[in-house]
């Protein structure tokens, strides 16, 4: 009797029982490799909600290329939401997501259009979450893959940041000239002010460069940059001046 027990004991499992269990832990990794992911993704994202972000992976880039090439460094100074002139944060969104205080990360509307409209050079239809996503965390490029993870962090982002503090990031890490980054570098180098003393229209000048700082400037202005500012300004008054956010 002893001898059978042992010999049953020492049997390998049966087939049927093999697989069973193989799609067990199949369901297990499936289970837990999002909530890693998610975990993962969180502890990169959330500290900034309420700490300054120390670079960003635009600016490292940056800082790196200009080092090699032997250029002056980036300039850039984080300066907190109630140090600056309401008319930047309000020029910001008039000229770049217009919906941004009540979307949820992403235009439906504007990617629908950008679909489209296929052109040799396609519209942008990304909101300044999908922006301070890519500006944080990620490399530029047009792929499937950094599209994808650029989507999830939006959503990351709008899930664990106020809006505010979304505008608030986005003001301090977007290039607003060639290595100038944030609006306190932007103000200082363009027009010799701090950020809080910013007009409307200096900040429309700002707004107005953000598609492409490195061709155009606020502190020297074309033509086009100076039509597209009173653009600017006009559509900050249609929306209700510099009290527009204040709700955020």
Do not use: C
């Given at each position: 009797?002893?001898?059978?027990?042992?010999?049953?004991?020492?049997?390998?499992?049966?087939?049927?029982?093999?697989?069973?269990?193989?799609?067990?832990?199949?369901?297990?990794?499936?289970?837990?490799?999002?909530?890693?992911?998610?975990?993962?993704?969180?502890?990169?994202?959330?500290?900034?909600?309420?700490?300054?972000?120390?670079?960003?992976?635009?600016?490292?880039?940056?800082?790196?290329?200009?080092?090699?090439?032997?250029?002056?460094?980036?300039?850039?100074?984080?300066?907190?939401?109630?140090?600056?002139?309401?008319?930047?944060?309000?020029?910001?969104?008039?000229?770049?997501?217009?919906?941004?205080?009540?979307?949820?990360?992403?235009?439906?509307?504007?990617?629908?259009?950008?679909?489209?409209?296929?052109?040799?050079?396609?519209?942008?239809?990304?909101?300044?979450s999908q922006q301070v996503a890519k500006n944080l965390f990620l490399w530029p490029g047009r792929s499937l893959v950094r599209k994808g993870v650029e989507a999830y962090l939006t959503l990351l982002i709008e899930l664990m940041w106020p809006k505010r503090r979304i505008l608030e990031v986005y003001l301090n890490v977007a290039e607003f000239g060639s290595g100038v980054y944030g609006v306190s570098a932007a103000s200082d180098r363009h027009f010799g002010l701090s950020p809080a003393t910013l007009s409307l229209h200096q900040a429309s000048l700002l707004a107005a460069v953000l598609p492409s700082p490195r061709r155009m400037s606020a502190g020297a202005p074309s033509e086009y940059v100076r039509a597209r500012a009173a653009e600017i300004e006009a559509l900050v008054v249609g929306l209700g001046g510099a009290s527009y956010l204040g709700r955020l």
């Amino acid at each position: 009797m002893g001898a059978k027990k042992r010999a049953a004991r020492g049997r390998r499992p049966s087939r049927p029982r093999r697989r069973r269990a193989g799609r067990r832990r199949w369901l297990r990794a499936l289970i837990w490799l999002p909530l890693l992911t998610f975990a993962v993704s969180a502890v990169l994202v959330l500290p900034w909600r309420w700490l300054p972000p120390p670079t960003t992976a635009f600016m490292l880039r940056d800082s790196i290329t200009r080092s090699q090439a032997g250029r002056p460094p980036i300039a850039q100074r984080w300066t907190p939401w109630r140090q600056i002139s309401p008319w930047v944060p309000a020029a910001v969104v008039a000229a770049e997501d217009q919906k941004f205080p009540t979307h949820h990360g992403f235009d439906l509307v504007q990617i629908a259009r950008a679909v489209e409209e296929r052109r040799d050079r396609p519209r942008g239809a990304s909101t300044i979450s999908q922006q301070v996503a890519k500006n944080l965390f990620l490399w530029p490029g047009r792929s499937l893959v950094r599209k994808g993870v650029e989507a999830y962090l939006t959503l990351l982002i709008e899930l664990m940041w106020p809006k505010r503090r979304i505008l608030e990031v986005y003001l301090n890490v977007a290039e607003f000239g060639s290595g100038v980054y944030g609006v306190s570098a932007a103000s200082d180098r363009h027009f010799g002010l701090s950020p809080a003393t910013l007009s409307l229209h200096q900040a429309s000048l700002l707004a107005a460069v953000l598609p492409s700082p490195r061709r155009m400037s606020a502190g020297a202005p074309s033509e086009y940059v100076r039509a597209r500012a009173a653009e600017i300004e006009a559509l900050v008054v249609g929306l209700g001046g510099a009290s527009y956010l204040g709700r955020l």
